[in-house]
């Protein structure tokens, strides 16, 4: 269930909370229904490699009364890792370049401020 509920989700909702505001607004379930596309297998693997081992420990060697407060402890380290490994946007961050870092004065020569006070 988590591949046809859960992703889909969870991309509709990072691509909102990345939302620049350069795009339209109605292209960002496009958007992300391609990422989900594109990261299919990946996640279904993922999710297939941590679900079923949590599944089988929690209902064969975990007591009924803690099964809930573990399953949702382990849910919290599943969104955890996914967010860590899905939910980056470094591709759109902007790189800061040396024009943008140094302090020079607007249209002058690019020696730095302080040497024009002295």
């Not at 505001?21 to 941590?50: C, E, M, N």
């Not at 573990?70 to 946007?89: F, H, N």
């Not at 370049?97 to 690019?110: A, D, V, Y």
Request: proline share 10%.
């Amino acid at each position: 269930m988590m591949p046809f509920f859960y992703f889909p989700i969870f991309y509709q909702v990072k691509e909102l909370v990345f939302w620049d505001g350069t795009t339209p607004l109605t292209q960002v379930p496009t958007t992300a229904a391609r990422k989900y596309v594109d990261g299919f297998a990946a996640d279904l693997i993922s999710a297939t490699q941590v679900c079923l081992p949590i599944n089988f420990i929690l209902l064969s060697s975990i007591p009924a009364h803690l099964r809930i407060p573990t399953l949702s402890a382990l849910g919290m380290v599943w969104v955890i890792t996914l967010s860590t490994r899905r939910g980056e946007q470094i591709d759109e961050v902007p790189i800061p370049t040396e024009k943008t870092l140094s302090i020079t004065e607007p249209h002058s020569s690019p020696e730095p401020v302080y040497q024009h006070l002295g």
